[in-house]
């Protein structure tokens, strides 16, 4: 039907464009004069263009999209370069070219559009650039790009849907933070150590990927020689600081600054040596193991970047109902945009049983909390349970205080 009405059109025009030559001759010859065969003559180089037009193929385009790399970080610019190549050089008088962007990226703020007017003329190569000025982290897909031909009459267009793929990955932006594991110490309650994380060198207990700092001392040459890449001794450790970070995804304003904290927290976690774990609840149930090195880092932050607010279940819900919170002995990080009393409670039951609870409450810049939040702080801290207001751009303040808040 679609390639029926196509041909009808086409067939349409031409006859429209064949009348309006006789129209313009039999004017000439009737009229007679300089004024109507000049207007013949005129007229008939644009009507044999679109004729030519008419017959003209989009086929024999390429379109490429040069991107500069496909991986990213939230809120970097994007510049896309995309050429057009073909076989003749049959003169264009215009090309209209689109890139068909996701939802995604159609409505972030560029520089320059997405969409250009070209006039490519006899050019048998031509290319233009836009650029997106802030990346939205997730994952985006780049599909297709929309070309238009057409004569200056109007009276001949074409266009053609190109599918050209790419994708990039936009990762969480983070910011640099010194992490300090808290720990409990005897009539001291809960302070913050500065002391890269200390294990037991005289117990081997396995072996682990080398990270960056680890002793030449530690390396296990055996294992190393098995699996083809360097691997280190892991030890016991004297005192646990493996860490467990919760990440609350029911739906918040504060949600995109709750995971790019995360993504710096986890990041600081495993840049001083401690193994860290992740839990997410959102359109599904997602746990990492407990685990150091650069691997568990890049498998982080590739779920951070692809993370969505689809929660059903408030994050006190999440707590009572996980049952990987209860399996561990080891520290406690909760990452959220809101509290509340049950919040608290189920926090508190949490720190009695398995180990130390420090809750970090994600707030917009230079929002302070309301006097609702300041109550339930202080429950929290006669409950044992640390809260941590962090501001939207300044999340270095968070380990830059021992005392509670």
Known sequence: MKKGLTLFTKAWKLTVLIFLIVLTFSYAMFQGGYVSWFLLYSFLPFAGYCVFLSF???????VKRVLPKADYNAGEPLKVTVTVTRRNSFPLF????ADQLDDSLQFTPQQKSAKALLLPGLKKEFSYNYIINELPRGEHFFHSFSLRIGDPLGLFEKEKTFTVENKIMVYPAYSELIYRP?????????TASRERVQRDTSMAVGVRDYQPGDRFSWINWKASAKRNEIMTKEFEQRQSNDVVIVMDCFPDRHFETIVSYTASLVRAVLKKGAQSGLLTISNERTSFPIRGGEKQLQQLFY???????????????VLETDGLLVQQTVSFILVTGQISKLLIEKASFLGQRKGTVTL???KAEKE???GNERSLIAVANARGIRIIIVQEGNFA????EVKVR
Do not use: N
Request: glycine residues 4%; proline residues 4%; positive net charge.
């Open 56 to 62: 003209y193929s989009l086929k024999g385009l390429k």
């Open 94 to 97: 215009y090309l209209l070219i």
């Open 182 to 190: 808290f720990e409990h110490q005897y009539d001291q309650g809960m």
């Open 303 to 317: 779920h951070l970047a692809k993370i969505k607010a689809k929660s059903v279940l408030p994050f006190e819900k």
């Open 360 to 362: 970090f409450l994600i």
């Open 368 to 370: 302070l909390p309301s």
């Open 397 to 400: 303040a968070a380990f830059s």
